[in-house]
């Protein structure tokens, strides 16, 4: 059936290259060991014969997976919205408490990010995005970067 091999597509096309390399790259720069236990070969094998009807029903994904699990977890972990992995940036920049800092550590002179720190018109916006506590997604994405690269190519 057409959910079988779009199943069977996403395993072997998308999953290898795309998503576990992805994740067995970022978690071992981590020094950690991620595991996906719903791609045990057996559970992935059973599941690939599971009528389509079971696996989605009344627009629910993981309809079997949910049913199975009703009444070991609670509701509101079954019942809660996708929620993808995300860097939690705001709270790693502590909402611009310490960006003066930052900005201060990204302008002095530094091989690896010499190229990113702006001059001229660039650096005086920067600069008043700072003084005037505008920390946006362009900033805090700039902020990130460079510190990455100070720590990762520069020590």
């Not at 998503?19 to 071992?28: G, I, V």
């Not at 997976?65 to 502590?94: H, M, Q, S, Y």
């Not at 018109?121 to 008043?128: H, M, N, S, Y």
Request: charged residues 25%; glycine residues 4%.
């Amino acid at each position: 059936d057409f959910c079988k091999k779009m199943l069977y597509l996403e395993l072997k096309q998308r999953l290898p290259e795309l998503l576990l390399m992805r994740a067995d790259k970022m978690s071992m720069a981590q020094g950690l060991e991620a595991r996906e236990p719903f791609l045990d070969h057996k559970l992935v094998e059973f599941m690939l014969n599971v009528p389509a009807h079971l696996k989605f029903k009344n627009n629910t994904t993981k309809y079997l997976l949910k049913k199975i699990c009703r009444g070991i977890l609670p509701d509101e972990i079954i019942d809660r919205k996708k929620v993808g992995f995300a860097a939690p940036t705001v709270r790693w920049l502590n909402n611009g408490k310490y960006f003066p800092a930052y900005f201060e550590k990204l302008s002095q002179k530094s091989n690896s990010i010499q190229a990113n720190v702006p001059t001229n018109p660039g650096r005086t916006a920067l600069e008043k995005l700072y003084k005037n506590n505008v920390y946006s997604f362009a900033v805090q994405k700039w902020t990130l970067q460079n510190l990455w690269a100070i720590k990762n190519i520069d020590n």
